[in-house]
């Protein structure tokens, strides 16, 4: 069974500074990668998908890259904002239907 | 607003009662999912939709959960005989390629 981690489990970071949350995952035959951000008692916005055969995705101030050989991703989030503070979540496909989350980061960017 | 629609977005229940969960996917999309989370985990797979076709349910769903989607767009999860072990928030998603789209969630509270 796929298993996806997300470290570190919690994140607290000045304003402006430059992030990077890291996602892994136990299998590597996906189909993408996904990744979301989710706000105290709401649900998922996506943010960024990259697909199994692309090395990274660029939005705006975030970038995330994938090595699915190693079963890696990283969320990249340059000049953070206070706005930037809520649950980042990645998830992968594998199969056709189904998506493993991991648990998630929780990022607080502290003005 | 053409995103995923989820009503009601709360409902308090008394345990060993019945509840009924509405998702709206966005219009042309022929996927839909429903997701389960608990609080400070990432959400889990139940079921997914093609078109009016179930065609995967997970062992989360009990035989309690039965989900539909008779014409192909909205859906609904219903869990009969509530359990306090049901208190989450269900997720709906839906897609027509790649990206999944999910929509604000419904909170459910058995006391």
């Known amino acids: 069974k796929q298993e996806v981690t997300q470290i570190p489990a919690a994140l607290s970071v000045p304003e402006g500074e430059n992030l990077v949350l890291n996602c892994s995952f136990t299998d590597s035959a996906i189909y993408n990668l996904q990744w979301f951000r989710q706000d105290p008692g709401k649900g998922l916005t996506s943010l960024l998908l990259?697909?199994?055969?692309?090395r990274e995705q660029t939005s705006g101030r975030l970038n995330a890259s994938l090595d699915k050989s190693s079963g890696r991703s990283t969320l990249y989030i340059a000049a953070s904002q206070p706005g930037d503070s809520a649950t980042y979540l990645c998830?992968?496909?594998?199969?056709?239907?189904?998506?493993?989350f991991g648990t998630g980061t929780r990022l607080t960017v502290i003005p | 607003d053409t995103g995923v629609s989820q009503n009601p977005r709360h409902k308090i229940t008394k345990r060993g009662q019945n509840v009924t969960f509405r998702c709206d996917p966005i219009?042309?999309?022929?996927?839909l999912y429903w997701y389960r989370q608990t609080l400070g985990q990432g959400p889990e797979f139940l079921t997914y939709?093609?078109?009016?076709?179930?065609?995967?349910k997970s062992r989360l769903l009990s035989d309690r959960f039965s989900a539909e989607r008779p014409k192909g767009s909205f859906s609904t999860l219903e869990i009969q005989r509530t359990e306090q072990g049901d208190s989450a928030m269900y997720l709906c998603?839906?897609?027509?390629?790649?990206?999944?789209?999910f929509g604000q969630g419904t909170r459910l509270t058995v006391v």
């Open positions: 939709f093609q078109n009016e076709a179930q065609l995967e």
């Open positions: 219009s042309e999309h022929n996927r």
């Open positions: 998603a839906s897609s027509l390629m790649a990206e999944a789209f």
């Open positions: 998830a992968v496909k594998t199969g056709a239907n189904n998506l493993f």
């Open positions: 990259i697909q199994s055969s692309q």
